[in-house]
């Protein structure tokens, strides 16, 4: 008989990574909201990256990678944080219930494809899901699994399954828990980090398809996809393009409108009132990919009105660029 | 966006609660604010699915006329490519797609055919067969 539950602070977040960082910070008594966690972890970014593909569409990333924001912000607060992955099966669930028996949740990299909590509609092979293990009852543990609105359960088997997915980034059961916290951690400090670093990130790549010149880039080439694709596949490409977009736990307009969230915390943290226009200005940005989206849609369900054409769709992406551009440099002239 | 605008469209989520969503309170200060589902994302998440079953329906009918054994339709219906399910297996991609062909497939042994079973979460019996009629419903449910 196993039983053991950790008395866990869960709290529902648009975005998985960000959300799972925050609670772990909670639950060691660092007060830290899910979109600070995600502007000190640097996770706003732009890639579009037609030499990878995913299911044979092209991937386009609104975020750093995998695993980037909790160790940023770990790094930058001065966290010590305990990592590991497993070759065996059984080995990987036994350090998970010593874990667990210790009291300590235990942050778990995951594939959605394999959760059975997860609606049908969701059920992708996608391999970035991170959730945090609170408990167990016998057979069944208890997840806080930060998209989700309560603790949901699964069962031990399907939670193997689903931390040694296979495929593109497989987990390999990758599971994480914070071994030591500071006393009063440096937020404003962190938060000064996350914010330059991104800017520069994003004004300042070496390549065209990183960045704000990603953006460009995918706007030149969205433009010529249906004389390249075909109409059909041009749709398939368009679809996935705005479910990278909105679907993928992003709290909508690819993580725009949760930096601007961010911008208002940084504004009050270090004491800099523009930083609360900027983020007025993001949230424009943000609205502008939504019409997007809305946009690309109505496209893809065959409705398009008399607007919704390519060139039209890589005008709107040019203004994001534009406008990105434009605050981005702003930050960083009041940031530095 | 506002927290009047964040949309409340029923779609891909169905009855398992709600997601929540960045959006700007009356006060202008940005709230997570709960929403049901988006028209924008619930068409762009049903021509994903329409896909995966366009190509299901494909290998069940490649099956169903003696061309590929039953692996090929569960590997659809699972989403998976042949480097996957080979993953998944622990065997190399050319013998997955060796094990498509119905006379390799006929002839292979218990042990084998446990692992596909185990990964497709049915029985070795029911590996041998694909349902009688193919409808786009059978792919979302496990």
């Known amino acids: 008989m196993h039983s053991s539950i950790i008395d866990f602070p869960h709290s529902q977040s648009a975005h998985c990574e960000s959300g799972v960082t925050a609670n772990l910070l909670r639950f060691h008594h660092i007060e830290c909201s899910e979109a600070l966690a995600f502007g000190i972890g640097e996770g706003l970014f732009f890639g579009y990256l037609p030499f990878i593909k995913i299911n044979n569409l092209p991937l386009t990333t609104f975020r750093g990678s995998v695993g980037s924001i909790f160790s940023n912000v770990n790094k930058r607060l001065g966290v010590t944080v305990r990592r590991k992955k497993f070759r065996s099966e059984t080995q990987a669930m036994d350090d998970l219930d010593a874990k667990l028996a210790e009291g300590i949740p235990v942050g778990c990299q995951t594939g959605a494809y394999w959760l059975p909590y997860f609606p049908p509609a969701f059920r992708f092979h996608f391999n970035m899901h991170n959730l945090v293990v609170i408990g167990r009852d016998d057979d069944h543990y208890l997840i806080s699994d930060p998209v989700f609105e309560k603790v949901v359960h699964c069962q031990r088997d399907d939670l193997q399954r689903a931390r040694f997915a296979k495929g593109t980034l497989a987990p390999r059961g990758a599971m994480y828990y914070l071994e030591a916290v500071p006393q009063n951690p440096d937020m404003a400090g962190a938060a000064r980090q996350g914010l330059v670093r991104v800017c520069k990130t994003m004004l300042r790549t070496p390549v065209p398809f990183l960045g704000v010149r990603g953006i460009h880039f995918l706007a030149d080439r969205l433009e010529k996809w249906p004389k390249k694709l075909g109409e059909q596949r041009a749709l398939l490409y368009l679809g996935q393009l705005i479910r990278m977009q909105e679907e993928i736990g992003t709290g909508g307009g690819g993580f725009r409108f949760m930096y601007a969230a961010f911008l208002q915390e940084a504004a009050e943290l270090l004491g800099l009132p523009p930083l609360f226009q900027l983020s007025e200005r993001m949230t424009l940005v943000g609205d502008t990919w939504r019409r997007f989206a809305v946009s690309g849609a109505r496209m893809c369900k065959g409705r398009a009105k008399a607007d919704d054409t390519y060139g039209e769709l890589a005008a709107i992406l040019r203004q994001c660029g534009q406008s990105e551009r434009a605050i981005y440099g702003d930050i960083l002239e009041f940031g530095q | ?142």
């Open chain 2, 1 to 142: 966006m506002k927290v009047a605008e964040v949309p409340q469209d029923k779609g891909m989520i169905g009855e398992y609660g709600h997601e929540v969503c960045y959006a700007v309170g009356d006060n202008g200060r940005y709230t997570l604010s709960p929403s049901l589902g988006w028209d924008a994302k619930n068409i762009v998440n049903d021509q994903a699915w329409t896909a995966i079953a366009e190509e299901t329906r494909r290998m069940h009918a490649l099956v169903q006329s003696g061309k590929l054994s039953p692996i090929a339709y569960y590997q659809a219906k699972h989403q998976m490519d042949i480097g996957l399910l080979a993953h998944y297996v622990a065997l190399a991609n050319w013998r997955v797609k060796r094990h498509r062909r119905p006379e390799i497939f006929l002839r292979l042994p218990e042990r084998i055919l446990r692992k596909y079973a185990t990964v497709f979460g049915v029985s070795t019996a029911d590996l041998k067969t694909v349902p009688k009629t193919f409808s786009p419903e059978l792919i979302r449910h496990r």
